[in-house]
């Protein structure tokens, strides 16, 4: 069966733009050599990655700050594209990459389920049958009736987990949202991933907690240096990354 998500030898860079050190003068002076060394000096992100998730994988994503777990998750998104390899994926994505990722700040938290859903590629229809539960799910009781520019990190981040969470995902990329917010709902997010898990949603999980990663995931990815270190069972992955 083919995989839901497929990265095939991904390099991703970024070009760095500091490197007229000796000032503009100096810059144009030896016009050649630093046009050379704007267009050649690059930051890469993610080097010769690839791995497969299959349908109704729980997969994780492990490595410190700055390995580029969160460059696979926008490849995946497909807000970023690859600067070499392939990436590709088989399904509707419903991303919760960051608070406030994909909201308009002057719209009320009900007017932004409608946004998100139909932005997801849901039907008007399909979204306001699902609205109360959504909003039900985030506890923000009245707020949500108000524009979310007034919310606070902990109210983003219950309403971008409920939209996605009522909405029928088919991927869910998760990055470190379940880390934002009160304890009780942290643990409401945890079960309702479970649940997602058992009907066979596929996820892919950005985390530092190993204990979560543990919890949900069937495989993961440890990353680092932006390469992969090692990938296979959750367990096995997360014991060899904690020695």
Known sequence: MEPTIDFKHV???YPLYHHIIGGIKNFLFHLPEGLYSLRNSKFEALHDISFSVAKGEAFGVIGKNGAGKSTILGLIAGVLK????????MGR??????????FH????????????????????????????????????????????????????????FSIVAGLDPE???IDEILAV??????????????????????MVFVSH???????????????????VRMIGDADSVIDTYTI
Not at 93 to 102: D, H, K, N, T, Y
């Open 82 to 89: 690859p600067n070499s390899g392939s990436v590709k994926v």
């Open 105 to 160: 700040f002057e719209l009320t938290g009900r007017e932004n389920i409608l946004l998100k859903g139909v932005l997801i590629g849901l039907s008007r229809t399909e979204v306001l049958a699902r609205m109360d539960e959504i909003i039900a799910f985030s506890e923000l009781g009245d707020f949500v009736d108000q524009p979310i520019r007034i919310y606070s990190s902990g109210m983003l981040a219950r309403l971008g």
């Open 11 to 13: 390099t991703k860079s």
């Open 209 to 227: 907690s190993m204990d979560k990663v543990r919890k949900i995931c069937d495989r993961a990815v440890w990353i680092e240096n932006h390469r």
């Open 181 to 202: 917010g009160d304890i009780a709902f942290q643990e409401k997010c945890l079960s309702r991933m479970m649940e997602f898990r058992r009907r066979g949603v596929t």
């Open 171 to 173: 991927i869910l990329l």
């Open 93 to 102: 994505i419903s991303p919760l990459l960051e608070l406030g990722a994909g």
